[in-house]
């Protein structure tokens, strides 16, 4: 007879190695064909809704780190729900107007002025679905479930319909109005961007000290007396109408060789410095509103430029003299209306002045910095020039700078409603909690909203124009394009005339000839993605309204989070989401932004095909993602070697319960042995945190919790005295069987604990559990944590028997490098113990030579009666001796009662009996 054919070693046919890469791809194909969303969706029916509304990406281009992070925290979460309670369905989206589809159409050719707006605009929409299919793929090679053949796209006729009912409810409240402001401008895009669609790179400036001269003192000021002002933005100067001071600041009068300039108190030094003043003097000091409404005269122009008071000069640089160009600057436009100033831009859409800058017309605004610092210095008003470099507004699409240029545009209120804006945020959960004062913060101080872009790919702002050029807006008007949209799509309000956009029969008093035209403007994209509740919530029967969570990258607290709670909040009095969450951008190994140009750019579909899905979604559970997070492949390297520690801890688990069915062979807990007991209750001690980990969306507290587990309680210590149970005694034998019912139940919840972050391989594992009768682990819920009373004194006990086992550890270590033992089974331990632990022994229930996996035990006594040589540990001395007796040929353990048996020479009596009671 061969004894190693009577060990019940463990089979199972789950590869050790996952394959990812291939398989994964299998088990998506069975997902689509047993439709996998549906069935989840019909198994969690009637339950609560739980709705975690998409914030949709843009349709252009391949997914990048920040996408995969992104929808993998959504997939992670909803699994997590469907399998906890909730009706969780989960409906994918897409942002598909805005000027980088008409870029890319533009890259590849597509000549837009030698075809008709309708046509070019088919062209955007048939690239956005051709993006929207690529994109589609690679977010479910990802293994992320949802609705992927019926997702919401911002160009589909319904939504776009239902964008217009948002506009109309908005300007029904007086929200929506046209006015003439500085707004960003981008030269580049040749249109009016949202602060959301702005970023701040470096960029080397102009920096020029210019005087202004009194021409009418009133008797404050002699005339000649100069003000100085000091701009980084020498093109604005053809814009000047005003000089700002502040009201209560000190300014001083300073005497120069035979001029004399004004300039704050506080900055006389700093500007004496700049400007190489060698000798001056102060000659005396007056307070800014003393000086309101004198008049000097600008430099280069023969035309006034009034001296005005405003609240927002500073004195923490420049001159507190501040330049004052109502049609640039926001604040500037401010001041200047208050003072009943023309608002002058003298700069056109592609970024060029105008005739209204004489002497500078046809110069791009960057290239007229030259000629008129020229022009400065030769009329001897240019005090000083230099370069400096600094953070400068840019437009996030083309990078290029912006510019602040009045145009008339149309905007959504904020002001109006701002209180309720913040009530709103107040009653929102935020996950981090520092996402409430940022988004307070951002609603509080912003202004207005610019919705209105000049361009053609987008959704058209629906207002007609009478014949004197009066705005038409009325609920009859917008509820009939809101029809017409619903029906045809966006695209007839550029194939039909404004006659045939407005409602049978139309007349308006301010058109008696009954002629009307139509805005060319469309809606900041930002309108489009801020109603996507209405167009996805609202609309859809399977989703209900307001979302429970929205989640997006940090970024959104100025981008959609906020227009979402603006347009909601103005329509419904709340937000559309109870709760918000952010994550933070994806850098390097080295916490240093992704570029092709440095390439460090990694890329996820690469990572799927060489490591797979459940790799990428594994390091996404393990980061801190509410902060910036790294990857790299090294990054990467260590998520795999987790992996596959939790792989092959799952395929060991599976191998020793092949012949373990549960209904026949579960013992019940009262029933099992303690050892059994401790690491059952140590599983539901993980089943609790974990559980409480995916309800506050921390899913690195997931990972860590079941990594430790694996590692630590199951791999490093029950697992590995396990083999001298369930490998060694007959295939029925209480102890056996009390063993697999621990496996079994911790395999099981592992599993199901995990699926929501390793899908393909739960689901995978789940096809080889014979006993489980669901088609997938995605129809099966959480584990619940199972309470016993025992649990305190059991955590109590064996937490001091784990200490006592580390100590025994440490001294087969010792002996082993002292070459005193080999494997732990030649040991024989002897214990010496703190008193304390001498009642852990008052039992003979615990097996201790197999707890610490040696072939002999003995407890000595008192750590007082250790002998000299035992190793002196914390909680007990330890004597590690070379064991007694034989080694057994079938349980290796050395024992001198092999050979009692003349049947089986070789075998230990346990294993003798075995042997004769089951192979013979």
């Known amino acids: 007879m061969e004894y ?17 890469p291939v398989k994964e791809l299998d088990i998506q194909t069975k997902w689509a064909e047993m439709d996998i969303y549906k069935k989840v969706q019909e198994r969690t029916q ?90 589609r793929n690679q977010f479910k090679r990802l293994g992320v479930r949802g609705d992927w053949e019926n997702p919401y796209v911002t160009l589909k006729p319904e939504f776009e319909s239902r964008q217009i009912e948002v506009f109309g409810e908005m300007a029904k409240k007086g929200y929506i109005y046209k006015g003439l402001k500085p707004v960003y401008w981008s030269p580049s895009s040749e249109s009016a961007l949202a602060e959301a669609e702005i970023e701040y790179q470096d960029k080397k400036s102009l920096s020029i000290y210019v005087s202004f001269s009194v021409t009418e003192g009133k008797g404050v000021l002699e005339e000649g007396t100069k003000f100085i002002i000091w701009t980084t933005t020498p093109w604005t100067i053809p814009a000047n109408l005003a000089i700002s001071l502040h009201p209560s600041v000190e300014y001083a009068v300073v005497q120069v060789r035979d001029k004399k300039f004004v300039v704050a108190k506080d900055l006389v030094e700093s500007v004496a410095s700049e400007l190489g003043w060698e000798e001056y003097s102060v000659e005396r000091t007056l307070v800014g509103k003393e000086m309101d409404r004198l008049v000097a005269k600008h430099p280069l122009y023969d035309r006034d430029s009034l001296i005005i008071l405003g609240e927002h000069v500073t004195t923490e640089s420049g001159t507190g003299c501040v330049h004052t160009a109502p049609g640039h600057g926001e604040e500037d436009f401010y001041v200047g209306k208050a003072y009943g100033l023309d608002v002058l831009c003298p700069v056109d859409d592609r970024g060029v002045m105008t005739a209204e800058a004489p002497g500078f017309e046809g110069l791009f605004y960057d290239n007229a910095n030259k000629a008129i610092t020229e022009a400065l210095d030769k009329v001897g008003a240019l005090e000083k020039l230099t370069f400096f470099t600094h953070s400068y507004p840019h437009d996030w699409r083309t990078k290029k700078p912006v510019i602040y240029r009045a145009t008339a545009q149309w905007f959504a209120s904020i002001e109006a409603f701002r209180d309720e804006l913040l009530q709103s945020i107040r009653n929102t959960n935020f996950t981090p909690t520092w996402g409430e004062t940022r988004l307070y913060n951002m609603i509080r101080d912003r202004g207005d909203w610019c919705i209105s872009r000049q361009r053609v790919w987008g959704v058209p702002i629906p207002v007609f124009y009478a014949e004197d050029g009066e705005p038409i807006l009325t609920e009859e008007t917008i509820s009939h394009v809101s029809k017409l949209f619903r029906e045809h799509g966006s695209n007839i309000w550029f194939q039909k005339e404004a006659k045939e956009l407005l409602p049978e029969g139309f007349t308006h008093p301010r058109s008696p000839n009954g002629i009307f035209t139509k805005e060319t403007d469309i809606m900041d994209v930002w309108f489009d993605s801020g109603s996507s509740y209405q167009g996805v919530l609202v609309e859809r029967d399977d989703l209900v309204f307001p979302a429970d969570l929205y989640l997006e990258g940090s970024d959104q607290y100025r981008g959609w989070f906020n227009s979402s709670l603006i347009t909601s909040t103005a329509v419904y009095g709340h937000a559309p989401y109870k709760g918000l969450l952010s994550h933070g951008f994806t850098l390097d190994g080295e916490g240093r932004k992704m570029s092709k140009s440095l390439g460090n750019v990694i890329v996820p579909s690469k990572v799927m095909n060489q490591l797979g899905a459940d790799i990428v979604r594994l390091w996404v559970a393990s980061v801190d993602y509410t902060a910036d997070v790294r990857v790299s492949d090294a990054i990467f390297k260590q ?29 019940e807990f009262k029933d099992l042995r303690e050892v059994d007991q401790y690491v059952y209750m140590k599983l539901q001690e993980v089943i609790k945190t974990v559980r409480a980990a995916y309800e506050r969306y921390d899913f690195a507290s997931v990972y860590h919790t079941v990594n430790n587990f694996v590692s630590g309680e199951l791999s490093s210590f029950y697992l590995d005295i396990a083999k001298d149970v369930v490998y060694i005694y007959g295939q029925d034998h209480k102890d056996r069987r009390a063993m697999q019912t621990v496996m079994y139940d911790t395999l099981l919840s592992l599993l199901k604990l995990m699926t929501p972050i390793l899908p393909h391989t739960a689901d995978e594992l789940w096809s080889y559990l014979e006993n489980e009768t669901e088609e997938s682990i995605q129809l099966t819920d959480m584990p619940d944590a199972v309470e016993y009373p025992e649990y305190e004194a059991l955590a109590a006990k064996w937490s001091k028997i784990m200490d006592l086992r580390d100590d025994v550890l440490k001294a087969l270590e010792e002996a082993r490098n002292a070459k005193t033992i080999g494997k732990s089974l030649e040991a024989k331990v002897t214990l010496y113990v703190k008193d304390e632990f001498k ?81 013979i």
């Open 4 to 20: 190693k054919d009577t060990l019940l070693m463990p089979k199972t046919d789950f590869p050790m190695r996952g394959n990812l």
């Open 839 to 919: 009642p852990l022994f008052d039992t003979d229930t615990i097996d201790f030579a197999q707890l610490f996996i040696v072939s002999q035990f003995e407890l000595a006594g008192s750590q007082q009666d250790a002998t000299e040589a035992s190793l002196v540990l914390e909680n007990a001395s330890v004597l590690v001796e070379k064991a007694d007796g034989e080694k057994c040929e079938r349980c290796w353990t050395i024992s001198e009662t092999v050979g009692a048996n003349e049947k089986h020479p070789t075998l230990c009596t346990r294993c003798a009996d075995v042997v004769e009671q089951h192979y």
């Open 639 to 667: 998520v795999t070697e987790v992996y596959r520690k939790i792989r092959n801890t799952f395929r060991f688990l599976h191998g020793n319960i092949s012949d373990f069915h549960p209904v026949n062979d579960r013992v």
């Open 46 to 135: 009637g339950r609560p809704f739980f709705v975690l509304h998409d914030g949709p990406p843009y349709a252009n281009g391949d997914l990048h780190m920040g996408h995969a992070l992104n929808k993998v925290l959504k997939d992670m979460i909803v699994r997590h729900k469907s399998m906890t309670g909730f009706h969780a369905p989960y409906v994918p989206g897409w942002d598909t107007h805005g000027l980088p589809i008409e870029q890319a159409l533009t890259n590849k050719g597509v000549k837009r002025k030698e075809m008709t707006l309708a046509e070019f605009r088919k062209l955007c929409e048939e690239y956005a679905y051709e993006q929207i299919d690529n994109q």
